[in-house]
């Protein structure tokens, strides 16, 4: 059962469309690079709700589970601007027994450039406690 949810959860690729702000940008009018975690997140909360469907993520969250970031790697090609739309890839690279690794790639969505991509690896916590949980086990209850 244990390789089942592995297997179903790798295959798993989402994809999110976001339209950046203009107070995602600098003075240049690109993309500060502090912002693309917040659309890796918006990646990863996409992800999750497409996985954890009837359920939602933020609802997880409200009962008290969570998926912290422990380590984050971003390498940047192209900027994003004002005005772009950008969508962002998320697929699982990796499954731990209480971590899972994210790969998240942004594109251009006008010409499919590759604007960034991240390695991000999310530990799942119970909020009260911070008692580290099984990610097979959270993930058993949903597929």
Not at 68 to 96: C, L, M, N, R
């Amino acid at each position: 059962m244990k390789n089942n949810i592995i297997e179903k959860l790798i295959e798993v690729k989402d994809r999110t469309r976001i339209k950046v702000r203009f107070n995602d940008t600098d003075m240049m009018g690109i993309v500060h690079f502090k912002n693309y975690m917040v659309y890796f997140d918006d990646g990863f909360v996409s992800f999750m709700n497409s996985v954890l469907s009837p359920k939602r993520i933020e609802d997880t969250v409200h009962e008290g589970t969570v998926f912290g970031v422990k380590k984050v790697e971003i390498t940047y090609k192209d900027p994003a601007k004002f005005g772009d739309y950008v969508i962002v890839e998320t697929q699982i690279k990796e499954i731990g027994t209480s971590s899972i690794t994210f790969q998240h790639e942004i594109f251009r969505e006008i010409d499919k450039a590759l604007i960034a991509k991240v390695e991000c690896v999310r530990l799942a916590m119970e909020l009260k406690t911070n008692k580290l949980l099984n990610v097979i086990d959270f993930f058993a209850n949903y597929l």
